[in-house]
């Protein structure tokens, strides 16, 4: 029970990475590949504030999401005149660099070594060192993204994500400042991928920067497009999926460092595979 | 040993390297106008060939060589075989092509850890104790010198291919448009195999040099994937002689960069270099 339990925590960060994610690949057309940096952006926010100050961890929560706006800002003016490739490679490289950042900056984030001892966040004497609890808060945080997800996506706001996705000129043309809203909604996942970054540096109480490297936006990535890219069910499909996979090649009985390399593989494959033979995904409605 | 003399000639062995994986992106993405991220990675299999046929299996090290690189060049090939061919004849977006190189890369860096284990690795038991040269009061290793006398040696080579061959000019039509390439009669889809071959070949040769230069790690052809597009971006992609201008260029900023940081910051001046371009000069120095 208490391993179920785990694994549908896991699920609830995935999900919420996978949500958030789609917002930019599936409804933008932008293929971000830098989804760990904000996410770890959000868990180290956390673990520096419950390990070095007294700020608890609804606070740090909200902290993690205006650090993560404010660097998807800085980094996304640059790029929301890009889309294609040039997209890409601007993701991939800042990627690169907040990894370099949470490797290297060691007075802030002690390095290779990692930050231990974050503490399980506390509200109205609800513990939630108890993994249900943590599991109800998780699922809370999940809905809530979901449906602001959601409601973005049926807005006239997300009508026009998905005009740009088409045909960005088109709708330039029709005075539309793409670049604005292509900015609005890389901050906006952002945020979003910075409040899983929190659950997950307090659930785990330890991480080190090897959870937010680029093999870990090419696994985010991997659940949107596996799932379906422009469907929000489809990202909760997708790392449901996912989740269950790597969990399935630990108990088939590889040793647990050979079994990391084989989820790379496995969803290296995959994404492969989907692009092969159903570029839209499972669930979905748009082809990249 | 003086520091200005000894940072030009750093700088002149990193653009070298760099310049090599440039000239195999470059001459990849001149025929197919996609960002092949599987081109690092193909560094890391020839490294690891050489380290397993030259110690492992104890065969020359010439020999050993030769076979990396060809194997390289081999896996670049069935690459663009199994996967891109069959994506490009679905006439399949950039994107598309961007992604499922994304999971090869991701894929074959996980199966070489998996045979070899992640750890770092060096030839140098293979080598002995390596000869210094002095030049202009810096000190450089004979593998470096040999590094940038390849490097001189392969952009000459490749020049003459492009502009003095029969092959070359069925390139360059490719180039400039597939489909009236095809309609002339060039088989475009023959010269592409080759092109991902002698391409993926000189990423091989890259990683070789830099496992002699330092060592090799699954993970290097990232960092050297990364550095070479960077490299290609900044000189004007597609365009030959922009990939090692764009290369020398990136050595010098990195190397003099870190004059006064620590050397760990290298790739986020890299990615600094890139941004700088991105906003002022995004289609390269040499392209208009």
Do not use: C
């Not at chain 1, 422009?230 to 079994?259: C, K, M, Q, T, Y």
């Not at chain 2, 202009?136 to 080579?157: D, E, K, P, R, S």
């Amino acid at each position: 029970m208490e391993y179920l339990i785990h694994l549908a925590i896991l699920f609830s960060i995935y999900a919420i990475l996978g949500v958030s994610l789609n917002l930019v690949v599936g409804y933008t057309g932008l293929l971000s590949i830098t989804h760990a940096a904000f996410y770890g952006i959000g868990a180290y926010t956390t673990a520096i504030l419950l390990t070095k100050t007294g700020v608890g961890f609804f606070n740090s929560v909200i902290l993690g999401i205006i650090v993560a706006i404010a660097l998807s800002f800085l980094i996304g003016v640059v790029l929301s005149k890009f889309k294609g490739d040039y997209y890409a490679l601007g993701t991939f490289g800042f990627n690169t660099m907040i990894f370099a950042i949470f490797l290297n900056w060691q007075n802030l984030t002690m390095g290779p070594f990692g930050i231990p001892g974050i503490s399980k966040p506390e509200l109205l004497s609800i513990n939630f060192a108890n993994n249900f609890n943590f599991l109800v808060l998780a699922l809370i945080f999940l809905g809530l993204i979901y449906f602001i997800a959601r409601f973005i996506t049926k807005s006239p706001f997300g009508r026009v994500l998905k005009a740009i996705r088409e045909d960005e000129k088109a709708i330039a043309v029709f005075g539309y400042n793409t670049p604005y809203f292509k900015l609005a909604i890389f901050s906006i996942s952002a945020a979003m991928a910075a409040v899983a970054g929190s659950l997950f540096a307090s659930y785990l109480t330890f991480i080190d920067p090897s959870s937010f490297r680029l093999m870990e936006s090419t696994f985010i990535l991997a659940i949107v497009i596996l799932g379906g890219l422009a469907n929000l069910r489809g990202a909760i499909l997708g790392a449901l999926f996912l989740i269950l996979l790597s969990e399935i090649l630990r108990f088939v009985g590889f040793p647990p460092d050979i079994a990391a390399q084989m989820r790379q593989v496995v969803y290296g494959v995959i994404l492969i595979l989907v692009m092969l033979y159903r570029p839209q995904g499972l669930m979905g409605e748009y082809k990249l | 040993m003086e520091i200005v003399p000894q940072l030009i000639l750093n700088s002149i062995i990193a653009g070298s390297i760099y310049a090599l994986i440039a000239l195999g992106f470059n001459f990849i993405y001149g025929a197919t106008k996609f960002f092949n991220l599987a081109h690092g990675v193909m560094a890391a299999i020839g490294g690891y060939a050489v380290f397993y046929f030259a110690k492992t299996l104890g065969l020359n090290l010439y020999f050993a060589v030769i076979l990396g690189v060809a194997l390289a060049g081999i896996v670049g090939y069935g690459l663009d075989k199994f996967i891109y061919l069959p994506l490009r004849k679905r006439k399949a977006s950039n994107m598309v092509l961007l992604v499922a190189s994304l999971g090869a890369m991701t894929a074959l860096q996980a199966v070489i850890a998996i045979l070899f284990t992640s750890r770092f690795k060096t030839f140098s038991q293979n080598i002995g104790t390596q000869k210094l040269f002095e030049v202009l009061g810096g000190v450089i290793t004979q593998t470096q010198l040999i590094i940038i006398l390849v490097t001189a040696l392969i952009l000459a080579g490749l020049v003459f291919l492009l502009y003095k061959t029969q092959f070359g000019k069925a390139v360059r039509a490719i180039s400039d448009d597939e489909e009236v390439a095809r309609i002339v009669g060039i088989n475009t889809n023959k010269i592409i195999g080759y092109v991902f071959f002698i391409g993926s070949a000189l990423a091989g040769l890259a990683g070789i040099l830099v496992g002699f230069d330092t060592g090799i790690e699954p993970t290097m052809g990232l960092g050297l994937l990364l550095k070479g597009v960077i490299a290609s971006v900044i000189g004007g992609v597609g365009n030959i002689y922009g990939g090692v201008l764009g290369a020398f260029l990136l050595g010098f900023v990195e190397n003099f960069g870190i004059w006064k940081i620590s050397g760990e910051w290298k790739d986020a001046i890299a990615f600094t270099l890139l941004i700088v371009f991105l906003i002022f000069r995004p289609r390269g120095i040499m392209n208009k």
